[in-house]
């Protein structure tokens, strides 16, 4: 029976997720997927991002609800997956510029990263409502099952990208007394009723649109200046650039430890079921251990074991 431990409430979706920290097995799958599926083309972004999405459904109780959630509230709950599976803490390393240079570190504090996109998304998405004669639009962050529908967009500039998917944007559209909930309704269902619409409102509305996108691109989420050159949107990558980031762990390291694990004779699958921090605590005391007994059978006799022995060899012992 799984436990679910940890719960989280959503910002922007206002839904509570009742999730578990990933185990070791999901922790391997994770890291191998960043090398099944490199970001060299969007047909591999999105078939990780398939995969990925998979992995992380394992965790979460409330299926129905996560799936519910939008794409700001999405990344934010995988930082904090992180945060609660691994820790607050990120090392970057980054090659130098310059030949002779050393190798630059970057610490990042994940509960800040997470504030830096929650501020961000209060800020550059300030109006959420269009009022007309006899038309309300309500705007919204795309939801979790438009990701792949974002990045397939490849257009030039933003306005295109932006004038393509503006619909995954719109939550509802009131007109006079009925309101009309674009979640229930097909892709081409949506954009015949926001084509439908007078010039005038579509302009707005899309404006608004893109100016969210160009505002989020001149923040830098991580609040460290050597990372400046990442631009954050949900078109180019990054997103998932985010994700690979949180998740992608040392293949090496991982499957030392289950080395270390497999040698006291402890069955791979019960490894895998463990979490990462279990894994790592039963690790360290076995090496404990280890350094332990060795220090035991290198070190030498005290003079007492030394009489002892002495008195036994006089009597014949």
């Known amino acids: 029976m799984e436990y679910f431990l940890y ?34 083309n969007t047909e591999n972004i999105i078939e990780y991002c398939r995969v990925f999405k998979d992995i992380i459904l394992n965790c979460i109780k409330n299926k129905e609800d996560f799936l519910d959630i939008n794409l700001i509230d999405y990344i934010l709950f995988l930082i904090k997956l992180r945060i609660v599976s691994v820790g607050d803490d990120i090392a970057l390393e980054f090659n130098p510029e310059k030949d002779g240079d050393m190798k630059e570190r970057v610490s990042l504090n994940l509960a800040h990263v997470m504030k830096n996109i929650y501020d961000l998304a209060i800020k550059v998405f300030d109006k959420k409502e269009l009022n007309f004669d006899n038309i309300t639009i309500s705007l919204d962050w795309p939801p979790l099952e438009s990701e792949s529908i974002l990045l397939k967009k490849e257009e030039n500039s933003v306005e295109d990208q932006v004038l393509s998917t503006i619909v995954e944007y719109i939550r509802t559209i009131k007109i006079k007394n009925k309101i009309i909930d674009l979640k229930s309704l097909k892709k081409e269902e949506k954009t015949l009723l ?41 078109y180019n990558g990054s997103f998932q650039e985010i994700q690979n980031f949180l998740f992608n762990f040392n293949l090496k390291s991982i499957y030392k430890e289950y080395y270390v694990l497999a040698s006291r004779n402890i069955n791979p699958k019960y490894v895998d079921s463990l979490s990462i921090s279990e894994r790592i605590v039963f690790c360290s005391l076995f090496k404990e251990e280890t350094k332990s007994m060795e220090k035991n059978i290198n070190a030498p006799l005290n003079k007492d074991s030394m009489d002892l022995k002495a008195l036994m060899d006089e009597f014949g012992e």
């Open 7 to 40: 719960s989280v409430d959503l910002p922007f979706s206002k839904k509570t997720i009742f999730y578990r920290e990933i185990n070791s097995k999901e922790q391997l799958i994770l890291s191998k997927i960043s090398s099944l599926y490199p970001f060299k």
């Open 194 to 234: 926001f084509q439908s619409l007078p010039l005038t409102i579509k302009n707005q509305t899309q404006k608004i649109i893109v100016d969210v996108i160009n505002n989020m691109l001149g923040i830098n989420i991580f609040g460290a200046k050597r990372l400046d050159y990442f631009k954050f949107n949900f």
